[in-house]
């Protein structure tokens, strides 16, 4: 695997699992997770999750 592919799904697995303790703390706030604190969280996952599916589709040589 891509070691930069690698690094990027690394990165949201800790995401996935700092949001799922938030989750389960009680303290969810839907508004924060769309316009508070969260929303740079979920800006920066979509960025991540952009880059693992530019770099899986030229492994895979979708684009061609």
Avoid: C, P
Avoid at 10 to 33: C, I, R, T, V
Avoid at 35 to 59: F, H, Q
């Amino acid at each position: 695997m891509n070691e930069r592919k690698q690094a990027l799904i690394q990165e949201m697995l800790d995401m996935q699992k700092k949001f799922m303790a938030y989750e389960h703390s009680g303290q969810f706030n839907a508004e924060d997770y769309y316009v508070g604190e969260w929303k740079e969280y979920r800006d920066r996952y979509t960025e991540l999750a952009a880059e693992v599916r530019e770099i899986a589709s030229k492994e895979a040589n979708f684009w061609k």
